[in-house]
């Protein structure tokens, strides 16, 4: 199977073609429909027909061109840059240029042979860019909020206050989006059901988990979701001497992390099976800012349960039957 490396911008991409029999051949092409047309006439012309592709999730630069090879019948992966980069310095790469970071990615793409990549669906799409607007709007208020707090002119105040005003009221219309578009959608609204029978799960995790993780029933394992949401500890140890405290990897989907602080704060309040999770690890002496990483990783793996075998939160799991009198 031949290999294609691509290389992404806003403006244009660089694609590595490997052949083979070793055969490297190199083309650039503008990032939009003519150049997805003109990318197609060039594999062709070059006896083309099972293809592995592969791209780094950069921005949403890719989304586009990896749909449209999609449709094209050929094989897509969509991979995490620190891959790529981890590749690079394991291969001693020592420049990097865009015509070169696309042969690191086809060399990447056929000797790791990464999995395939899968679209969402127009409901999850769709679910997405409503989260990630609504994202938007909200780090839009903040930054004007800061803007006021140091804001001497009385114009320039009034201005910033109408505007702050209008972000909230977008805020609020996006969510009534949401609330609406989950209750349009059956699949939506019963994964959005199993979800926030989770104490701690509120509507905005919720929304953004469906959105940035819409296939996490498929991970191999709760381990596989949460560490691709970057919530799974990392350790440093060497030799007898160094033996550094662990920490969250952060190496993951940071969406999904930032938006479950609170949750995981509210779930070691009133739910009670992380309740008594989070006690146990108090007695063992660790501290908050760990308690609450845990929390976190335990969260991902409950709602991978729930979703998994379809089956609402039972806060009573686990737990040994009273005995019959």
């Keep these: 199977m031949d290999c294609l490396g691509i290389d992404l911008s806003k403006a244009y991409f660089d694609a590595r073609l490997l052949k083979p029999v070793e055969e490297k051949l190199y083309a650039r092409f503008d990032n939009n429909a003519s150049g997805f047309a003109k990318l197609q006439k060039w594999l062709k ?19 586009k061109l990896a749909q449209f090879l999609y449709d094209q019948g050929y094989t897509v992966s969509v991979v ?21 970071d696309s042969d690191v990615i086809a060399q990447f793409c056929r000797s790791q042979k990464p999995k395939a990549w899968k679209p969402p669906t127009p409901e ?110 990392s350790h440093h140890e060497s030799g007898d001497t160094i033996r550094r405290k662990s920490k969250m990897s952060r190496v993951g989907k940071a969406s999904v992390r930032g938006v479950l602080y609170w949750p995981a704060r509210t779930a070691m309040r009133w739910n009670p099976i992380i309740k008594a999770f989070a006690e146990r690890l108090e007695k063992r002496g660790k501290s908050d800012k760990v308690i609450v990483a845990a929390v976190i990783r335990k969260l991902i793996h409950i ?12 806060p009573n799991y686990g737990k040994s039957p009273l005995p019959s009198t």
Excluded at 81 to 96: D, E
């Design 124 to 233: 999850h799409r769709k679910l997405r860019d409503l989260v990630r607007h609504r994202d938007a709007l909200l780090k839009s208020v903040t930054q004007q909020k800061n803007r006021l707090t140091d804001c001497q002119d009385e114009v320039c105040a009034d201005s910033l206050k109408r505007i702050i005003a209008l972000l909230q009221t977008e805020i609020a219309t996006s969510e009534e989006q949401l609330h609406k578009h989950i209750a349009q959608s059956p699949t939506l609204k019963h994964a959005y059901a199993l979800l926030t029978s989770i104490q701690g799960y509120g509507p905005v995790a919720s929304w953004t988990l469906l959105a940035e993780m819409p296939d996490l029933a498929h991970y191999e394992n709760a381990a596989a979701a949460a560490a691709d949401a970057g919530v799974t500890p």
């Design 45 to 63: 012309a070059n006896g083309v027909s099972e293809l592995h592709v592969c791209m780094e999730a950069t921005n949403i630069y890719w989304e």
């Design 80 to 100: 995490n840059p620190a891959r790529i980069k981890g590749f690079a310095m394991s291969q001693l790469r020592r420049s990097k240029t865009d015509k070169l």
């Design 303 to 314: 709602a991978y349960g729930v979703l998994k075998n379809d089956t609402p939160f039972d």
